[in-house]
């Protein structure tokens, strides 16, 4: 069975690493800066929403470990990139114990209702999709914030995989 395995995750964890210095590098302003043309998002928000996911549905839907993955915008607003980052550690940890949990049955159907959305019907997803999606969108985000930096006078680092170590 084909599972997301240590190296892979680890690029991904690398090229994260890469952008969470450069967004180190921001002024603490533009860092807070909300971007109308980012739905008025700011890089803090958009990195805090990445992390999110990875709580929400590995946390949440598949280790039923919390009911509230989903940092609440006013705690957000005092995050520092500190913060961001054991958010992101807190995340890896859930990857580690999902691939451990999982590691026989990433293509077993879930099904159930979404914790954290007051209302809804069940959905069926399998550990290894949740695991696909949490990644896939990590990079989608990425690609916004290297753009909104661009917006605001910086040159991103690059956040592609390829760049990284072996």
């Not at 946390?59 to 915008?73: E, H, V």
């Not at 209702?113 to 969108?137: C, F, M, Q, Y």
Request: hydrophobic letters at 40%.
């Amino acid at each position: 069975m084909v599972q997301l395995n240590q190296l892979e995750y680890k690029w991904v964890k690398q090229t994260r690493d890469e952008l969470l210095r450069f967004c180190g590098e921001l002024t603490p302003e533009d860092f807070a800066r909300n971007l109308e043309t980012f739905g008025d998002q700011s890089v803090r928000g958009l990195l805090m929403h990445m992390a999110d996911c990875y709580h929400a549905w590995l946390n949440a839907y598949l280790l039923a470990g919390t009911t509230k993955p989903l940092t609440p915008k006013d705690i957000v607003q005092h995050y520092t990139i500190e913060d961001v980052r054991a958010r992101f550690a807190a995340a890896d940890e859930l990857v580690e114990q999902v691939m451990a949990v999982f590691a026989d049955r990433l293509d077993e159907a879930i099904v159930k209702r979404i914790p954290w959305r007051e209302n809804g019907d069940s959905v069926s997803l399998t550990a290894r999709k949740l695991l696909l999606h949490t990644v896939t969108h990590e990079f989608h985000h990425k690609g916004h914030i290297t753009a909104m930096a661009r917006q605001m006078g910086y040159i991103p680092v690059n956040t592609d995989v390829l760049g990284t170590e072996d």
